[in-house]
């Protein structure tokens, strides 16, 4: 299991996917234009993945070791 975020790269319309399981470095930058995401808004993005993925993570954990019913999510911002 993954998490990917969509990333929409606004200086070129260029639309790429970040798999942030298997990551090597923290450093978020768009392969089409190569312009990188200014280092403390990629720190801010890859904890706000990471703690959707330990969620996910979490929700399966619990359906698995509690019987709890098991939900998946995944988000998409709409707009511009
Ligand atoms: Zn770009």
Partial sequence: ???????????CEGKFDFYFNVRKT?????????????????MQVLD????FSDMNRDLRKYADQRKEPLFQFNLHERGN
Avoid: H, N, W
Avoid at 1 to 9: F, G
């Fill in 26 to 42: 923290d450093a978020i930058q768009c392969p089409y234009c190569y312009t990188y995401m200014e280092e403390q808004s990629a």
């Fill in 1 to 11: 299991m993954a998490t990917i975020a969509k990333i929409r790269c606004l200086s």
């Fill in 48 to 51: 706000v993945i990471g703690a």
